[in-house]
């Protein structure tokens, strides 16, 4: 069993920042892939970043890219989702997710690839 839970998200004025954060538990960190997603009202949960398990490569969607940064620090068991340049567009539940296949060996972006996800953070930008 995997814990996540998601903190950082908040109201801002479009062009700010937010950083969120995931905490995870009870399993080994290092052996996830980790992906951030986001929900918006009447809309289905989209794919916006991943990370590998060391860290060292990243995907992001088209639409983020430049503007956010995917991140993880293993000795904390932390994922982190910089964002900067905050469109209204970008308004949303955050959610993290764990991807636990040791098969894989390319990073996805495929919801029900993931095994775990949190609870979600919600993300406000004004205009």
């Known amino acids: 069993q995997v814990q996540l839970v998601e903190s950082g998200g908040g109201l801002v004025q479009a062009g700010g920042s937010l950083r969120l954060s995931c905490a995870t538990s009870?399993?080994?960190?290092?052996?996830?892939?980790m992906g951030w997603f986001r929900q918006a009202p009447g809309k289905e949960r989209e794919f916006v970043a991943a990370?590998?398990?060391?860290?060292?490569?990243?995907d992001y969607e088209d639409s983020v890219k430049g503007r956010f940064t995917i991140s993880r620090d293993n000795a904390k068991n932390t994922v982190y989702l910089q964002m900067n340049n905050l469109k209204p567009e970008d308004t949303a539940l955050y959610y993290c997710?764990?991807?636990?296949?040791?098969?894989?060996?390319?990073?996805?972006?495929?919801?029900?690839?993931?095994?775990?996800w949190g609870q979600g953070t919600q993300v406000t930008v004004s205009s």
């Open positions: 997710a764990a991807d636990l296949s040791r098969r894989r060996t390319t990073l996805t972006r495929i919801t029900s690839n993931y095994d775990y």
């Open positions: 009870g399993r080994t960190f290092s052996n996830y892939v």
């Open positions: 990370i590998n398990r060391s860290g060292g490569t990243t």
